[in-house]
């Protein structure tokens, strides 16, 4: 099992940004997709960003205009770059890696307020 490791949340303000990070302490290969989720007290869990080995992005519908994600390969590290937070974008946010044995490893979550 890989464990991952959150970081970068807490409370903004409206209109401001974040930078969420995510890494894995262990060595671990084959990391083939990372990526971040959040959900929202009473909502399901829905993909913000996600990135494959080759650099292949795909974003959710509600963070689209406003996340950017990136990873680091040798660090085994990815990044969501979230601007221009709404309220609505209050949730805990998730980091998911898929490993080429094709196994969903999840961190414990951070969580991101977005209130005035």
């Known amino acids: 099992q890989v464990q991952l490791v959150e970081s970068g949340g807490g409370l903004v303000q409206p209109g401001g940004s974040l930078r969420l990070n995510c890494t894995t302490t262990?060595?671990?290969?084959?990391?083939?997709?990372m990526g971040w989720y959040r959900q929202a007290p009473g909502k399901q869990r829905e993909l913000v960003a996600s990135?494959?080995?080759?650099?292949?992005?795909n974003y959710g519908y509600s963070a689209k205009d406003r996340s950017t994600i990136s990873r680091d390969n040798a660090k085994n590290t990815v990044y969501l770059q979230m601007n221009s937070l709404k309220p609505d974008d209050t949730a805990v946010y998730y980091c998911k890696f898929v490993t080429a044995d094709d196994v969903d490893h999840w961190g414990k979550g951070t969580q991101v307020t977005v209130s005035a």
């Open positions: 990135i494959t080995s080759g650099g292949v992005v």
């Open positions: 262990q060595r671990a290969f084959n990391i083939y997709v």
